[in-house]
């Protein structure tokens, strides 16, 4: 039997400080299904993944009620195996993605929730929309372009440093298009956020944060 204490210790204290007012993400991506059991049990209900695989494997094993977020870059033939239960897709990052999501979801019978990942890390290694590009899918959404979609809100990264203040000037950028967009047709989520930047996160008007090793631990890759 392994032991959770130390996980359950750690999201105790992540869900003490996150704002009521803030959706917490727990990103459980790496570990195991026993560990996602003992965070549900404390109530908490809404997982993020970030492949599709190790997605629908847990789905498979745990309460049918858990909210599953996919945060991870999602390949147009892979939408089909999450369409008939995945809460929202955090990570659309392409028109063609948006397309096959709406389609699939048109399958399933149901809309599916999205947020538009947009590009706001000065690093070129991440997924997204630039600003421009965004703007423009969620205007074509408008015009009823993706009826089995629903475009809830946006998700965003911010470069990997130290340095602060670059990374609040980059949760600036997602905010003010968050605010921009919200004056055509209102947006509920603004995620952005994660173990090491949520703080900064949450002060720049993220009202979902996704958290993984602060609550699990660190990710091991090699197994
Ligand atoms: C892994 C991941 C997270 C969580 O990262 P931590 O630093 O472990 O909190 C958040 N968002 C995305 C998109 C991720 O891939």
Redesign the pocket.
């Known amino acids: 039997m392994q032991d959770f204490s130390g996980i359950k210790e750690n999201y105790k204290k992540i869900a003490a400080v996150i704002p009521e007012n803030v959706q917490l993400v727990a990103?459980s991506?790496t570990h195991p299904a026993e560990a996602v059991q003992e965070i549900y049990n404390m109530g908490q209900k809404v997982f993020?993944e970030?492949k599709v695989q190790e997605l629908v494997e847990k789905q498979t094993l745990l309460p049918k009620d858990i909210q599953w977020h996919l945060?991870?870059h999602l390949q147009t033939n892979k939408v089909k195996y999450i369409a008939p239960f995945v809460d929202t897709i955090q990570?659309v990052d392409s028109e063609k993605i948006l397309k096959e999501i709406d389609k699939q979801a048109t399958k399933n019978d149901r809309k599916i929730k999205v947020l538009l990942q947009v590009k706001i890390a000065a690093e070129d290694t991440k997924f997204g929309f630039a600003i421009e590009e965004a703007e423009q899918i969620f205007q074509s959404y408008l015009e009823n372009k993706y009826p089995h979609v629903e475009i809830n809100g946006l998700m965003g990264?911010a470069t990997f440093t130290e340095n602060k203040n670059q990374i609040a000037q980059e949760f600036k950028v997602l905010k003010d298009l968050f605010d921009k967009l919200s004056l055509k047709q209102p947006l509920a989520v603004l995620s952005m956020g994660?173990?090491?930047d949520y703080p900064i996160a949450i002060k720049s008007g993220a009202n979902s944060v996704?958290?993984?090793?602060?609550i699990f631990g660190r990710r091991n890759y090699d197994v």
Not at 210 to 214: A, E, H, L, M, Q
């Open positions: 990103v991506k993020g970030n945060i991870g990570s990264m994660m173990s090491d996704r958290i993984g090793s602060s």
